[in-house]
């Protein structure tokens, strides 16, 4: 129902507490743009007739995801959207807003189509926060049309929202501001502060936002609260920008943790030395789990290395004990010597193929029986069974091997492992060549 009127008094006192609200807003909410012409960056979607602008300039959107990383735009879309919009405008943040929130925000909107026959959006900032309860409480209003939800996230949503609620939105990704749109901000904010700054101080930082524009704008406002306390106007200096910039944390989300991870994979199978420890250095600052890189080390021995050194899995599973023995910060040591020696070592893909091989031959019934000689005989009535029968002992032939099958026949002429020429494997290949003889020409197909 619609609120009461308010007395001119009233009128007058908050109209008094919102200008001095704006008046101490931080610089990035003083910047905010009004319009869609003053949002800089993101011209894929917010161009002239791309579609996300054409949506809201038409009223006519229907529930959006917005996914991109901090700073990028995605509330300021939001509010613009509810400047535009003929619908009422609804906001929760999923950081602190319940199930019973959600319900209020559905009764409302309920009510407000039934009395009035408008519709209503609801702004939810930080949706990969809601868990899975919340989400499906969303969901029935947002399938019926009743709610139109923009969700906001930083996180990858195939990862953090319901499929359902993914499937019924429109996903819109974000990018990073480049350095020419952060520039903008950065000349939008001396101008809005009555400062100036030295171009290598500028410099510095658009390129320490990253991409961010809030992080640019905030960390502007305390650079020019520092030059102002020497002198007015305020005129901004590398110091002074180092000074406010401190150190920001890395974004590391769901969906950087699995980037991240990728990257640094691929660069020690690339033999990368460098681009390991950059990529473990990463992982290492933004707080990742050291146990999670030691496993992935342990794997990789096997998968990329593998025969071609097999002192590989050893230093990986070495590196793994010392993570669980020493502990961080010390044992960042032990996983930047695994990776140096996993990185430097010859390469060799060839356990995982074996292994494939096998599995493929075992998952098609080729034959699991296993041959009678090779049966135990060990219990009382095995020999009456023909268990064991035929079977012949390498050690009692001098060179310690015996030509002998020891598989079924169905798959007895199947090779799985076939070695590389890379580090010892080479040795190894020479040395099964000779035991499997002219059968180790053929390959498993």
């Known amino acids: 129902m619609p609120k009461p009127a308010r007395g001119g008094a009233d009128d007058l006192f908050a109209a008094a507490a919102e200008d001095q609200l704006a008046r101490q807003a931080p610089l990035a909410a003083r910047l905010r743009p009004a319009t869609l012409d003053e949002v800089v960056g993101q011209e894929h979607l917010l161009g002239a007739g791309k579609p996300l602008r054409t949506l809201v300039e038409a009223d006519r959107l229907s529930s959006v995801i917005l996914w991109?990383?901090?700073?990028?735009?995605?509330?300021?879309?939001?509010?613009?959207?509810?400047?535009?919009?003929?619908?009422?405008?609804?906001?929760?943040?999923?950081?602190?807003?319940?199930?019973?929130?959600?319900?209020?925000?559905?009764?409302?909107?309920?009510?407000?189509?039934?009395?009035?026959?408008?519709?209503?959006?609801?702004?939810?900032?930080?949706?990969?926060?809601?868990?899975?309860?919340?989400?499906?409480?969303?969901?029935?209003?947002?399938?019926?049309?009743l709610l139109v939800l923009i969700g906001a996230t930083t996180e990858n949503p195939y990862f953090e929202v319901n499929p359902p609620l993914l499937s019924r939105s429109t996903l819109f990704r974000l990018e990073p501001l480049s350095a020419e749109a952060v520039g903008v901000l950065v000349e939008r904010?001396?101008?809005?502060?009555?400062?100036?700054?030295?171009?290598?101080?500028?410099?510095?930082?658009?390129?320490?936002?990253?991409?961010?524009?809030?992080?640019?704008?905030?960390?502007?406002?305390?650079?020019?609260?520092?030059?102002?306390?020497?002198?007015?106007?305020?005129?901004?200096?590398?110091?002074?920008?180092?000074?406010?910039?401190?150190?920001?944390a890395l974004r590391y989300g769901r969906d950087d943790h699995y980037d991240v991870v990728s990257a640094f994979i691929k660069s020690i199978r690339g033999s990368d030395p460098d681009a390991g420890l950059y990529w473990l250095a990463h992982m290492l600052e933004a707080g990742e789990d050291a146990r999670f890189i030691a496993r992935r080390l342990v794997i990789l021995a096997s998968e990329d290395v593998g025969m071609a050194?097999?002192?590989?899995?050893?230093?990986?599973?070495?590196?793994?004990?010392?993570v669980e023995f020493v502990g961080l910060p010390e044992a960042q040591l032990n996983l930047a010597h695994a990776v140096l020696y996993l990185a430097t070592a010859p390469k060799s893909n060839t356990v995982i193929e074996a292994l494939g091989r096998a599995a493929a031959d075992v998952r098609s019934g080729g034959g699991s029986e296993v041959p009678r000689h090779l049966r135990d005989a060990s219990y009382r009535g095995a020999r009456s069974l023909g268990h064991g029968e035929g079977y012949r002992y390498p050690h009692d032939a001098p060179e310690g091997w015996v030509a002998q099958e020891y598989r079924p026949a169905s798959v007895a002429d199947r090779v799985y492992y076939e070695p590389s020429t890379h580090g010892f494997e080479a040795e190894v290949a020479e040395r099964l060549h000779r035991l499997r003889g002219p059968r180790s020409q053929g390959g498993a197909t």
């Open 68 to 145: 991109g990383p901090p700073g990028t735009g995605k509330t300021t879309i939001a509010q613009l959207t509810a400047k535009t919009t003929a619908k009422a405008f609804e906001q929760l943040s999923a950081v602190s807003a319940s199930v019973k929130d959600v319900r209020e925000v559905i009764e409302r909107a309920q009510d407000r189509l039934g009395q009035y026959g408008q519709g209503t959006i609801l702004f939810l900032d930080e949706v990969h926060r809601f868990n899975k309860a919340q989400q499906d409480a969303l969901l029935p209003a947002v399938e019926s049309g």
């Open 189 to 248: 904010g001396l101008r809005a502060e009555g400062a100036q700054i030295d171009d290598d101080a500028r410099a510095l930082l658009v390129e320490r936002a990253a991409g961010d524009g809030r992080h640019a704008l905030t960390s502007l406002e305390v650079a020019g609260a520092l030059a102002a306390e020497r002198g007015w106007p305020p005129h901004v200096s590398v110091a002074d920008v180092e000074a406010a910039l401190g150190s920001k």
């Open 309 to 322: 050194d097999p002192m590989a899995l050893v230093v990986a599973d070495a590196a793994a004990r010392a």
